[in-house]
């Protein structure tokens, strides 16, 4: 098992950068894929950037691709999303997440995902 904690959320400005991170504890890091996702009042989470366990394969969806970029550190236990350019589209509760996977897919779909931080908020002003 695998607990996760976010932090580095806050209000910036369109246009801004942020940097999320998120701490893990418990078993080995390195099982676990690792990805980030967003939610907002009234709709479903969803899918951010995945990376695999060490690191080698990521995967964006396609509103933040070229903005944002998502990297670990196993050594730590680290895990962060590099966000810039940002819009007011981004604001929403952020979500890291973890599942180990024996088919080295780089997954997207919530239920997929095995533990689950408690978020954290990022609002971006227009």
């Known amino acids: 098992q695998v607990q996760l904690v976010e932090s580095g959320g806050g209000l910036v400005q369109a246009g801004g950068s942020l940097r999320l991170s998120c701490a893990a504890s418990?078993?080995?890091?390195?099982?676990?894929?690792m990805g980030w996702f967003r939610q907002t009042p009234g709709k479903e989470r969803e899918f951010v950037a995945v990376i695999s366990r060490f690191g080698s394969d990521t995967s964006y969806a396609d509103s933040v691709k070229g903005r944002f970029t998502i990297s670990r550190d196993n050594r730590d236990k680290m895990v962060y999303l590099q966000m810039n350019g940002l819009k007011p589209e981004d604001t929403a509760v952020y979500y890291c997440?973890?599942?180990?996977?024996?088919?080295?897919?780089?997954?997207?779909?919530?239920?997929?995902?095995?533990?689950w931080g408690q978020g954290t908020q990022v609002t971006v002003s227009s």
């Open positions: 418990g078993r080995t890091f390195s099982m676990y894929y």
């Open positions: 997440a973890a599942y180990s996977s024996e088919t080295y897919s780089l997954l997207s779909r919530p239920d997929e995902y095995d533990y």
